[in-house]
């Protein structure tokens, strides 16, 4: 598994953004929590006390702290389907399984298209 961490030496930090899961407790207070992060809260009496709180729980945590993006190479895995790709290529009865299966599909669409006329000569005697 190829592995890389990509780290960048930008001069404007990029704004960030959360989702914020805000919650009425029992007690009449506002909890807002960091989604992806459940240790991050704030409570507050308002939902902007609250999610203020929280902001700065963040802010906190963040000057101790740096987010980087991994890149993660998946692992190429064969399609489970290709090893029968061609299993019957030098079957000596391929082909005449082939004008089989050709010969069922002109019965079935005869038949298909016996039916429609059918329901044609049945719609118009309506």
């Given amino acids: 598994m190829n592995l890389a961490v990509k780290s960048t030496s930008i001069t404007t930090v990029p704004k960030l953004t959360y989702d914020v899961l805000i919650e009425n407790q029992p007690d009449g207070t506002i909890k807002a ?38 890149e993660i190479e998946a692992p190429k895995v064969e399609n489970p389907w290709m090893k029968f790709a061609g299993m019957f290529k030098d079957d000596p009865q391929f082909d005449e399984m082939l004008g089989y299966i050709e010969e069922y599909r002109r019965e079935l669409d005869a038949q298909m298209e016996e039916y429609y006329q059918q329901l044609d000569v049945e719609n118009e005697a309506k």
């Fill in 33 to 70: 929590t960091l989604l992806g992060l459940p240790d991050c809260q704030g409570l507050g009496n308002t939902e902007t006390e609250a999610i203020k709180k929280v902001s700065q729980s963040l802010q906190t945590r963040l000057e101790t702290a740096k987010i980087v993006t991994l």
